[in-house]
Structures are given as C-alpha cells and as structure tokens.
C-alpha cells in the first residue's frame, strides 16, 4: 500500500511518500500527485525516506510527472532515495533527467 502526503506547498511542494508503489497503485499515485500540482504548479520535491518499493509502471508514472512540470518550467527532484531504488532510476537513466539524491 501506498501513502502519499503534501507536507509543505511553501515555495515548492513538499510530497512525503511511504510504502510501495505498484502497477495497481500508480494510477492512483499518478491522479493525486497530478491534483496536488495543478492546485498549486510549483517545483515538486518527493522524499522518499519511507518508500519501499516501485516497479517499472511506477518509472514510466514518474516521468508522466516530470514532463508535466518540466512544460511548465519547473523541476521535479527525489531526495532520499534508498539505493536500491535509486538503482532503478540509473538504470533507466532516469537519473539524467530528474535531480535523485
């Protein structure tokens, strides 16, 4: 299961994410991370400290998200990202696009 919540929208949005996210939760992921941003568009920062697991849906959702904010001119970063995780992104390259520490 999968929780996501706006810990701040001061001057970027603030997302804390915990559990896992799957192919049957990134829909869901997707829809409320979407909702949160057109609400207030800013810079999005998600802290992963909780995050225990994503899949490849969960890849392809993170970049539906980074292209919506970056045609927006605004940046989209991970921070505390587990390596295993973190693993993903470079795998993928993703780690090239999006700001992952």
């Given amino acids: 299961m999968q929780q996501l919540k706006l810990v701040s929208a001061d001057d970027k949005l603030e997302i804390s994410l915990s559990g896992e996210i799957d192919a049957a939760s990134s829909e869901d992921f997707y829809a409320e991370v979407t ?22 849906t969960t890849l392809g ?10 045609a927006d001119g605004h940046k989209l970063t991970l921070v505390n990202v587990r390596p295993r995780i973190k693993k993903l992104f470079e795998i993928c390259a993703l780690d090239k696009l999006m700001e992952i520490m």
């Fill in 61 to 70: 959702t993170f970049v539906k998200i980074y292209k919506n904010i970056v």
């Fill in 35 to 56: 909702a949160i941003y057109a609400n207030d568009p800013k810079d999005m920062v998600f802290d992963c400290t909780a995050l225990e697991f994503i899949d490849s």
